[in-house]
């Protein structure tokens, strides 16, 4: 009976709510589209007063002046500058101090460098020898270089180098390139030519192979080359020597490093026949022990 009654009411409902007016439930007109805001007024030319590829200047205000003295931030900033690339450092650096043990005369070396200046611009000097132990000094070097980084790597070179042994003396001047080579090789190569118009090339190479962190193996090659020949100087054209050497040195610190290793020297050429005139022998091997050190 329920049933029938809930029929009966639905039935006599449907035409009532189909009769319903939906028109309240009708989206209204979208509105017509609004004017450009922007219509009527004219944007600002672009600034003209500094010319296109042109960076613009300097500021010459600081917001922390508003708050700080402005001789204060002047100083503030000068030190920021500084210490950011242009300060002034300085190296001294002994890289062989060695004494060589020969069939022959014993003898002893040394190498070194230094410079001072900021992080493009340095003045640096070189200076290498060797001798015999208690008898004469055979040769001996120094020079005095402007040296300018051409990039984070390599650094160009340029100035004066003067023989102090052997005998007769030279002066020369230089021109050069040094630098740290992909795999970490450190190579130099340098020209000279001296008063007297001789022409000679200078090649170095070293690497420094970690076998822990304190104990490096360093293979080095020395290469010298003249273009003519110097009997005075003992020096004939083309490779007038090669020198190699394998040192192996432990670091107490990086500062201080004694070595011991093995160094071999061979004249070639006249180089050699000038030097058997003399007396000497072409080639040398010596087992050397030394100290690298820095500062």
Known sequence: MKRLIVAVLFASATPALAQMDHSAHQMPPAPEASADP????????????????????????????????????????????????GMTFSQL????????????????????EGWIGGDINRFAFKTEGEGEVGGPLESAEVQALYSRAIDPWWNVVAGVRHDIRPQPQRSYATVGIEGLAPYWFEVEGQAFVSTKGDVHLRMEGS?????????????AAEVNIAAQDVPELGIGSGISNIELGLRLRYEFAREFAPYVGVHWERKLGDTARYARAEGESASTASLVMGLRFWF
Do not use: C
């Open 38 to 85: 922007h219509a009527g007024h004219s944007m600002p030319a672009a600034d003209d007063t500094i010319p296109k590829g042109v960076a613009p200047p300097v500021p010459t205000d600081h917001a922390a002046e508003a708050f700080y003295d402005s001789a204060v931030m002047a100083r503030a900033r000068a030190a920021m500058i500084k210490e950011s690339g």
């Open 207 to 219: 690497y420094d192979q970690r076998i822990t962190q304190r104990l490096i193996l360093q293979p």
């Open 93 to 112: 650096m002994v890289d062989r101090l060695e004494y060589r043990a020969n069939k022959g005369a014993n003898g002893y070396a040394w190498e070194g």
